[in-house]
């Protein structure tokens, strides 16, 4: 394909869709897919600009732009979220994180550095079974060896997701509506009510730091840089770092530093290199 970033002279032919947490969207945004697709457009260098979209608006801007659903809950019914990316030139709409990445990858193989470079990816979450919360898990997708990666981590990160769901931070506007949704999708009792405390959550956070053992594992394999591969960052590094930067945002201060600490640093060290090289927020 074509590799020509600019669709006109003035604007960037890709827009990309994102989740709009409080002002400045640029310190609060956290959300982990939109971030994995973020850090993949960072580097693969090609001008973007980003359409902030409030919660509630979600389902109405996917179907106005034609991106069918691609998740469901449990119950079989839909899941609308974000990111979204479109692409002037072509017209393609890609409304998944990991499709985005392929769709970048294909599209613009020239730029930035290669997203799925080889690489062992053997990372199993311990004791994963299907949740309540949509994962997207792919059988019919390229590069196999990463969406299965990726849907591990994100179990992993899942299932010790209670520890993160109160710290999001939401315009005032939209916020009491944005919770009462949080509440009603995971049969809560309230807001509150959602989070873990006390005894329980350090219980929780031990099991989070016990999960993440294997995967920390694969980044020691390497130590002359941040990344699996070293010094190369590839899209099974933004799969991890999209979690990472949700947990930097809403965690308690203490709880992330303790994060960061972990397994020798390797996660405090992946999230701060991201940041520094991939984490502009257009």
């Known amino acids: 394909m074509a590799s020509d970033f600019t669709a006109t002279s003035d604007s960037p032919r890709l827009v990309f869709y994102d989740i709009a947490f409080a002002r400045p969207r640029e310190e609060n945004t956290a959300a982990p897919n939109p971030w994995k697709a973020r850090y993949a457009l960072n580097f693969k260098g090609v001008p973007y600009s980003t359409e902030w979209v409030q919660m509630p608006d979600i389902t109405k801007v996917r179907t106005s732009l034609g991106a069918s659903p691609c998740r469901k809950f449990a119950d079989g019914t839909d899941f609308y979220t974000l990111p979204v990316l479109k692409d002037s030139s072509t017209g393609a709409i890609v409304g998944d994180s990991f499709d985005i990445a392929l769709y970048l990858q294909e599209t613009f193989p020239d730029a930035g550095g290669d997203l799925f470079p080889p690489q062992d990816l053997n990372f199993v979450c311990p004791g994963a079974l299907e949740i309540l919360v949509p994962l997207s898990k792919r059988e019919d997708v390229a590069h196999k060896d990463y969406s299965k990666f990726n849907t591990n981590v994100d179990w992993a990160f899942t ?11 939401f315009d005032p506007e939209v916020e009491e509506q944005v919770k009462a949704e949080f ?29 993440l ?7 020691k394999r390497d130590t002359s840089g941040p990344f699996l591969l070293g010094n190369q960052a590839s899209h099974a590094d933004f799969i991890v770092g999209g979690w990472l930067r949700m947990q930097h945002k809403t965690l308690p201060e203490s709880e992330w530093k303790q994060i960061e600490e972990w397994h020798d640093g390797v996660f405090g060290k992946l999230h701060a290199a991201l940041q520094e090289r991939y984490g502009d927020v257009k």
């Open 159 to 169: 299932i010790h997701a209670q520890l993160m769901g109160t710290g999001m931070r």
């Open 183 to 211: 509440v009603r999708r995971l049969g809560a009792k309230s807001w509150e009510d959602m989070g873990v405390y006390g005894e329980a959550r350090e219980k929780l956070l031990v099991s989070l730091r016990e999960t």
């Open 213 to 219: 053992t294997d995967l920390a594992a694969l980044y």
